[in-house]
């Protein structure tokens, strides 16, 4: 079970958590749970201008930032979540592991959106990306 932190600005909030364990199984459970977590708050989220929700995979660090934000990625919702891999991180440290991780992170949100139910209550894309927003894919 993930023990979440909420830290808020003066315009957003950002809920965080870390995952020390490396195990497949519970990597998974880990992004999918960040997962409901992104859409128990797209309620809260949910702007005249939203059209993706992007899942921000930032290798280097094994660092999964969930928002939601508008066409141009440019103007993001005001609550986020965040979660660190930080034993992970060390396993990054290789290329093919890095290559490996991301493909099985954007298999894991592409299979678990497609089932779901909660996600398709709302008018979202769910995209992903490993480097920059410009860089962007359809889940």
């Known amino acids: ?3 979440w932190n909420s830290v808020q600005t003066l315009n957003t909030t950002v809920h965080a958590t870390s995952e020390f364990d490396t195990a497949e199984n519970t990597l998974r459970k880990t992004v999918e749970a960040c ?3 992104a859409i128990s708050l797209l309620n809260n989220n949910i702007q005249n201008d939203s ?5 921000e995979w930032n290798i280097e660090l094994a660092e999964l ?3 939601v ?8 919702a005001p609550e986020s979540v965040y979660c660190t891999f930080p034993n992970l991180a060390l396993e990054l440290i290789r290329q093919e592991q890095r290559t ?6 954007k298999f894991w949100l592409h299979d678990y959106l497609t089932t779901c139910t909660a996600f398709f209550s709302y008018s979202l894309v769910a995209i992903f ?3 920059n927003r410009n860089n962007s894919e359809l889940l």
Do not use: R, V
């Open 65 to 67: 930032i969930i928002l």
């Open 51 to 55: 059209l993706y929700l992007l899942f």
């Open 100 to 105: 490996k991780h991301t493909e099985s992170i």
């Open 69 to 76: 934000t508008n066409a141009a990625k440019n103007h993001d």
């Open 129 to 131: 990306h490993h480097s």
């Open 35 to 37: 997962t409901d977590k």
């Open 1 to 3: 079970m993930l023990t």
